[in-house]
């Protein structure tokens, strides 16, 4: 049986790596001075494509555009 004392502390938040990871940046993002905050802002923007299957064959990708949530 594995010992918690090596859990990272994120994990043992009850986070993923990608839920702290994501709150780092915006921490750092908001310490930033302008014109940098802004800019660092505008790229903070995340867009991709979904595509579900059918009978082996993709369908037409529906593209997102999601900003993290403030």
């Not at 802002?41 to 494509?49: A, C, D």
Request: net charge positive.
């Amino acid at each position: 049986m594995a010992s918690n004392a090596a859990v990272p502390f994120w994990r043992a938040a009850g986070m993923t790596y990608i839920t702290y990871s994501n709150i780092c940046a915006n921490l750092v993002r908001n310490c930033l001075k302008e014109p940098y905050k802004t800019e660092a802002l505008t790229r903070e923007k995340v867009h991709f494509s979904i595509a579900t299957w059918k009978e082996g064959k993709p369908e037409k990708p529906v593209i997102r555009s999601d900003t993290p949530e403030e």
